[in-house]
Nanobody, 121 residues
Framework: QVQLVESGGGLVQAGGSLRLSCVAS????????MGWYRQAPGKQRELVAT???????HYADSVKGRFTISRVNAKNTVYLQMNSLKPEDTAVYYC???????????????WGQGTQVTVSS
């Protein structure tokens, strides 16, 4: 059974920083890509950033230059460093990973339970 466990959310003032972490555990053959999504109250879940195992990254325009995604493949871990936070960044942040459990099984998406990030003005 594969699990994604997030940590690092919290309350921060505008302009501050937070670092989110997500660890994948269980039967894992490969993970590609890993990423972060967020959902604010009353809004749809949206992509924040993704990173492939080779290191290529993709960011939403709204976070470019402020957020940095990284991963440690050997630890099945992905991070999201969030700087210059704004009140509009307030949301539940979800870790996502496309995981292949073994060489003979197809990959599928997994989600973490979500971690709340609140940015006060």
């Amino acid at each position: 059974q594969v699990q994604l466990v997030e940590s690092g959310g919290g309350l921060v003032q505008a302009g501050g920083s937070l670092r989110l972490s997500c660890v994948a555990s269980g039967s894992i053959f490969s993970i590609d890509p890993m990423g972060w999504y967020r959902q604010a109250p009353g809004k749809q879940r949206e992509l924040v950033a993704t990173i492939r195992s080779a290191g290529s990254t993709h960011y939403a325009d709204s976070v470019k230059g402020r957020f940095t995604i990284s991963r440690v493949n050997a630890k099945n871990t992905v991070y999201l460093q969030m700087n210059s936070l704004k009140p509009e960044d307030t949301a539940v942040y979800y870790c996502n990973a496309n995981i292949q459990g073994s060489w003979y099984t197809p990959a599928r998406d997994y989600w973490g339970q979500g971690t709340q990030v609140t940015v006060s003005s």
